[in-house]
């Protein structure tokens, strides 16, 4: 008898592509450390191109999640590779500085940028994307949006929620990531009809339009 989970009967693995994209120096970088390693750093590096991580969450008892999360660089979206980043994504997470609101004023272009890049299921759905306000250690005196504001933002934009993180403090990020992937689990058709083996992404199908925004924040 194996002691490898993945030999029962009835045990799921999943892979989902994740993106994080947001504009320049908004955290990506950083969120992606946190969740993956919990290790935080306040020393810049930019990322050029793209980079890669895994995270694997034991979901429940029955199912693995494997998320390849894909560290876009800031700069990417005035680039022509985005395309190419984006395929086969089931997921994504949008980033902005909330110091910062020229960042947030960009995340309409990195929407627009993803939903015109990147579907799936066969009747080519948008992914589901959430929006993370990071930085929130810093105050938000900068940042004027209200939760009302930001709730009807998502609504209005077809985001699936958002949450104010921070890399730095370890705040609502674990919880922004599980967010989109009960999300991205709830809506694969295939978890209810388990096969052995990995699921890819391109399998996905039935996935609704986003209606309503999920819990947000820190507060
Ligand atoms: N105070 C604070 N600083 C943060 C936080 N997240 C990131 N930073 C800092 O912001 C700077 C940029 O962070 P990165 O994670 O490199 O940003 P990025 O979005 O990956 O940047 P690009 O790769 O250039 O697109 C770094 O100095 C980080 O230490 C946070 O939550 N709070």
Not at 35 to 46: A, G, P, T
Not at 150 to 177: L, P, Q, R, V
């Amino acid at each position: 008898m194996s002691n490898n989970p993945a030999d029962d009967e009835g045990y799921n693995e999943y892979l989902y592509k994740i993106l994080v994209v947001g504009d320049i120096g908004t955290g990506k970088t950083s969120i992606i450390k946190r969740f993956v390693h919990n290790i935080f750093s306040m020393h810049y590096k930019s990322t050029i191109g793209v980079d890669f991580a895994l995270k694997v969450i034991n979901w429940d008892p029955k199912t693995e999640v494997r998320l390849q999360l894909w560290d876009i660089a800031g700069q990417e979206r005035f680039g022509s590779m985005t395309r190419v980043y984006y395929k086969e994504a089931v997921g994504a997470m949008i980033t902005f500085d909330v110091t910062r609101m020229s960042t947030f004023e960009a995340v309409a272009k990195w929407k627009a940028d993803i939903d015109s890049k990147v579907t799936y299921g066969a009747d080519e759905k948008p992914i589901p994307v959430v929006l993370l306000a990071n930085k929130c250690d810093l105050g938000k005196d900068a940042f004027i949006k209200t939760a009302n504001d930001m709730d009807k933002y998502c609504k209005d934009n077809g985001f699936i929620g958002w949450f104010e993180t921070s890399a730095k403090e370890n705040m609502n990020i674990e919880k922004a990531a599980r967010f989109l992937v009960d999300h991205i689990l709830k809506n694969d058709v295939r978890r209810n009809q388990p096969i052995e083996g990995t699921i890819q992404p391109g399998d996905l199908n039935k996935q609704p339009q986003p209606t309503s925004t999920g819990p947000s924040c820190c507060k």
